[in-house]
Each structure stands twice: as structure tokens, then as C-alpha cells.
């Protein structure tokens, strides 16, 4: 059983993926995580993240592991915990320009493929082009949403003390810059299940993929 989920930023898509995995006693992969973890190499290691061959050049050199317990997913760059790194504020700011290049996502969409292939019970996997291009045959592929004001506030939660305002408006940024890059980029797969999560509380979002999953299972 694979289940891609996909969204921007703020939906609620990694602690649902999360919570939903370790219930169902699936696999979990955090693909954002590895792009995080290729753009922090990149800055670690003195390449121009504003240059597009640079990066391109550069894109095969790290080795990135990823842990899928989903009740502690874990993720290595030449065999460093990058866990912590990666979700500072300097990575968040350069990930979608280092995201943008094709030859990075063809080498973490390899990667990703590789661990969905090899999940024995199944996996969740969650990212933003999971449906549409990393596993476009997906048992069930749902596209979390939710309105900006929502994510920004969730977001601001999360980042302690963070202006509303100012995260909202880098959310809209992100979200651009994901849906109108030439490779992969941010869209809702044609066959995916649309959660609006705006109104709901994490428990009730989780609750609704898991009938959803549960659904899917009885149906095969």
C-alpha cells in the first residue's frame, strides 16, 4: 500500500503523515526533508545556491539516508545527523531555488522511488509532486490544502514568536515558487482526494485519512 500526500506548506501534511503511518503500521518518508538535507549540504559545502550548474554539478556528490519509524523518522547527510540543520531558517529560505534544478529532483525522485519500492508494509510518503511524479501509481494519493491565514498561523505556532504576517507572506512566496518551476512542480494529481484542513484539528485530519486509507484497503 503506497499513499502519497501532497500540499504546501502549513497543510498539516507532515505530523498527518506521520500520526497516520505509525497507526496504520506503514513506513513514512519525508521528502522535503531530503531536499532540505541536499540544500544544506550545498550551503555546508561552499556551493552558489543562486547558481543553477553549480548545483547541478554538485547534485550527486551527497550521500542522504532516510529513517522511515515514523515515530522517529531519521535522515543523514555522509553520515551526519542533519535532522536539526536542516530546519534552520537559512535552508527554509534556499530550498526552492536549490528544489527548482532538474538535476536534483531527478536524484531524489531516484532516491524516493528506491525506499517506496523497498517499504515491505507499505509507505506513506509526502511531499509536493508524490502523485503527480515520484509515484504517479500511488494506491492512494490525497492533496492537503488549507487557506493561507490558516497556514501561517500554524506555521507561526510551530516557529515561536514568528509575525503572522511576515510567515504568511513567505508561505505565498513558497508556493509560487513550487507551483511554477519547469520541473515537478507543486499540483493537485487529477485522481487525488482533496482535504481541505482549514476548519479541522489535526485529530480530525488524521482521522479522515485513515478512513480513507482504511477505505481504500477493503476496496482492493
Known amino acids: 500500500m503506497i499513499v502519497a500526500i501532497d500540499g504546501p506548506s502549513g497543510t498539516g501534511k507532515s505530523s498527518t503523515s506521520k500520526a497516520v503511518a505509525a497507526k496504520l503500521g506503514l513506513s513514512y518518508l519525508d521528502t522535503g526533508a531530503q531536499y532540505r538535507a541536499i540544500t544544506w549540504w550545498m550551503i555546508s ?9 553549480a548545483i547541478a554539478s554538485a547534485a550527486g ?3 542522504i539516508v532516510s529513517g522511515t519509524d515514523p515515530s522517529h523518522p531519521t535522515i543523514t547527510v555522509d553520515g551526519v545527523d542533519a535532522s536539526g540543520p536542516i530546519r534552520e531558517q537559512d535552508v527554509t529560505a534556499k530550498v526552492s531555488a536549490v528544489s527548482a534544478v532538474p538535476e536534483v529532483r531527478a ?4 532516491l524516493q522511488r528506491s525506499i517506496a519500492a523497498g517499504a515491505e508494509n507499505g509507505i506513506v510518503v509526502e511531499g509536493r509532486d508524490i502523485g503527480t511524479t515520484v509515484l504517479p501509481d500511488a494506491d492512494l494519493k490525497i492533496f492537503l490544502t488549507a487557506s493561507p491565514e490558516a497556514r501561517a498561523a500554524r506555521r507561526s505556532g510551530e516557529l515561536k514568536g514568528a509575525d503572522v504576517h511576515a510567515t504568511r507572506e513567505a508561505l505565498i512566496k513558497r508556493d509560487a515558487a513550487d507551483s511554477s518551476r519547469k520541473t515537478s512542480p507543486l499540483a493537485k494529481a ?3 482526494v482533496e482535504v481541505d484542513t482549514t476548519d479541522l484539528t489535526l ?3 488524521i482521522e479522515c485519512v485513515v478512513t480513507l486509507v482504511e477505505e481504500k484497503r477493503a476496496a482492493t
Open 190 to 192: 487529477d485522481d487525488a
Open 203 to 205: 485529530q480530525q485530519v
Open 45 to 53: 559545502n561552499g556551493v552558489d545556491v543562486t547558481d543553477a550548474d
Open 61 to 63: 556528490k551527497p550521500s
Open 107 to 110: 536524484r531524489i525522485t531516484e
